[in-house]
């Protein structure tokens, strides 16, 4: 089992950033691949970045540019660094990890006012 708290969500103003955390705890050394995905009312969740324990890094098309993942193994912990952000980045933001079961964050909102 593993368990996701994700923090730093909030309001900010268009082109305004925003870092959010995930950190996980339980079985976290079987954890594979870690990332965000968003949803909002009108959409069906979509995946927003995940890393993987390879390395390798995938970024929506819609974020590519403008956000980071990174992923703090010692701390088993992934940041999603937002920069520029658009009032289409509203959205309900939820941690995911593969351990290699699918496990979820609560959410946290994010909020971009224009």
């Known amino acids: 089992q593993v368990q996701l708290v994700e923090s730093g969500g909030g309001l900010v103003q268009v082109g305004g950033s925003l870092r959010l955390s995930c950190a996980a705890s339980g079985s976290t050394f079987s954890i594979n691949a870690f990332g965000w995905y968003r949803q909002t009312p009108r959409k069906q969740r979509e995946l927003v970045a995940i890393i993987r324990s390879v390395g390798r890094i995938y970024l929506s098309d819609s974020v590519k540019g403008r956000f980071t993942i990174s992923r703090d193994n010692a701390k088993n912990t992934v940041h999603l660094q937002m920069n520029s952000l658009k009032p289409e980045d509203t959205a309900v933001y939820y941690c995911?990890?593969?351990?290699?079961?699918?496990?979820w964050g609560h959410g946290t909102q994010v909020t971009v006012s224009s």
């Open positions: 995911y990890a593969e351990a290699p079961s699918v496990y």
